[in-house]
């Protein structure tokens, strides 16, 4: 469900434009991309208002409300879960922030799509572990 909606979410927000709150969150996600920071904590705060950014910038006001609860759900996943690195979904935020940018409403969807599809797939083999 998040993967539809929120594909749809960035392709919209890049019909408006970057906004201050994305390019906040673009300066705060780079360290991680860079591998420079690995509190999980700390991770889950960014990953939280990347997410809600792009519903906002989509000017979508009931999606925020709605990624709340399922990221309820998502952390009761994670808080078991071992981290050691975020720098692989920090640079997917940041390849989506970078087609709302540029305005590019199909590569802002693709970006998260795929993020989504990333997160499927590192949580299953997490799950492996």
């Known amino acids: 469900m998040r993967r539809a ?3 749809a979410a960035a392709a919209r927000a890049a019909g408006f434009g970057m906004t201050g709150e994305l390019a906040a969150c673009e300066t705060e996600t780079r360290p991680f991309a860079e591998g420079k920071s690995t509190a999980f904590d700390t991770f889950w705060e960014v990953d939280d208002r990347f997410h809600e950014a792009v519903s906002r910038a989509a000017r979508l006001d009931l999606l925020p409300g709605i990624l709340a609860e399922q990221r309820v759900i998502a952390r009761r996943c ?8 975020f720098a692989e979904q920090a640079q997917e935020h940041l ?12 590569a802002a969807s693709a970006a998260m799509a795929a993020h989504f599809d990333n997160v499927r797939a590192r949580f299953l083999g997490w799950l492996g572990r």
């Open 78 to 85: 994670t808080i078991t879960r071992s981290h050691d690195r």
């Open 5 to 7: 909606l929120e594909s």
């Open 95 to 106: 390849a989506v922030i970078s087609a709302i940018r540029r305005g590019d409403a199909d």
